[in-house]
T-cell receptor, first 112, second 115 residues
């Protein structure tokens, strides 16, 4: 069965610090990979996605993620976080079929 | 912009009541989903629909049913609400195209409390 593991449940950073959120998945076939973000009081929305090609994917608001197939990983990065990045971040994987499997989420708090 | 709307942001119901959660999307998407979101558990799929009157069970369908009579509308029904169904319920839609178009669009959520 597919599964998604996010390494950190809570992360606290100061503004301008670098961010890396870990995500590992288990699925043997071709996958589409996603990071979604939920800002306080807002809808869950897509941050970035990988479906093929360049394994380094750039998303909105300066976020990027790297797909490393050999490690079954899709870690999210941002070189310098801002207070407005405070949110909950979800990694998600879609293999064969209709289901997208979501990780448990990582709550990021950025101190101003 | 894709809009997915849900009928209520907050709902309080009593144990044993029948509860209807409505979701409407305006982008002519074929796929629609119902999830529940619980702290530390992420999003878990309750039901999925890929066409009118078509449905597939997700990971946690017990105690729920769904209805899709029109393409734009997907309803979640709690036949007899229980306290362990207190949660945030998220509706989402996506186009049937995969690959680079594969993305789910979410509604604002309904926070349901069953007392």
């Amino acid at each position: 069965a597919q599964s998604v593991s996010q390494h950190n449940h809570h992360v606290i950073l100061s503004e301008a610090a670098s961010l890396e959120l870990g995500c590992n998945y288990s699925y043997g076939g071709t996958v589409n990979l996603f990071w979604y973000v939920q800002y306080p009081g807002q809808h869950l929305q897509l941050l970035l996605k990988y479906f093929s090609g360049d394994p380094l994917v750039k998303g909105i608001k300066g976020f990027e993620a790297e797909f490393i197939k050999s490690k079954f990983s899709f870690n999210l990065r941002k070189p310098s976080v801002q207070w407005s990045d405070t949110a909950e971040y979800f990694c998600a994987v879609k293999g064969g079929g209709f289901k997208t499997i979501f990780g448990a989420g990582t709550r990021l708090f950025v101190k101003a | 912009d894709v809009k997915v709307t849900q009928s209520s942001r907050y709902l309080v119901k009593r144990t044993g009541e029948k509860v209807f959660l409505e979701c409407v999307q305006d982008m002519d998407h074929e796929n629609m989903f119902w999830y529940r979101q619980d702290p530390g558990l992420g999003l878990r799929l309750i039901y999925f629909s890929y066409d009118v009157k078509m449905k597939e069970k997700g990971d946690i369908p017990e105690g729920y049913s769904v209805s899709r009579e029109k393409k734009e509308r997907f309803s979640l029904i709690l036949e007899s609400a229980s306290t362990n169904q207190t949660s945030m319920y998220l509706c989402a839609s996506s186009p049937i195209l995969a690959g680079e178009y594969d993305e789910q669009y979410f509604g604002p959520g309904t926070r349901l409390t069953v007392t």
